[in-house]
């Protein structure tokens, strides 16, 4: 009775180990994805600044799963995704100023499109 106890007890405690673990793996997963999508959307809109006026560029940034929107305003990018804690944010500059926009988006891979019109980029 007495290894039965103790083998329950231990059994117990690697359940709470193994829960903690796979929630903290899943925010470290929305905040690198958070943080790579900001990135390359401003990498991309300095990019096409520097090509002149009319270029247009397209890629794909992998968003978080639990993604709800993203605000372009002024020279900064901004995410917004849901976490445990609440809502969570993931931001990056770029050198030249953006058209403001409030993009909502769900998660997964997505194509964005970067282009330069009239001074301003315009990301879609």
């Known amino acids: 009775m007495e290894y039965l106890v103790i083998t329950a007890f231990f059994v117990i405690v690697a359940a709470i180990f193994f829960t ?3 929630i903290t793996f899943s925010e470290n997963k929305s905040t690198v994805l958070g943080g790579d999508a900001v ?3 401003a990498g991309n809109a300095n990019l096409v600044a520097s090509m002149g006026e009319g ?3 397209y890629f794909d940034a992998e968003l978080p799963e639990t993604a709800k929107e993203l605000v372009l305003w002024g020279n900064y990018v901004k995410l917004n995704y849901n976490a445990s804690a609440g809502t969570s ?3 990056a500059y770029t050198k030249v100023g953006l058209s403001p926009k409030t993009i909502v988006v769900s998660g997964g891979r997505r194509q964005f499109r ?3 019109e009239d001074g301003n980029v315009l990301v879609e």
């Open 89 to 91: 944010n993931s931001y």
């Open 114 to 116: 970067v282009a330069l």
């Open 20 to 22: 903690y673990a796979f």
């Open 55 to 57: 270029s247009t560029l």
């Open 39 to 41: 990135a390359r959307i």
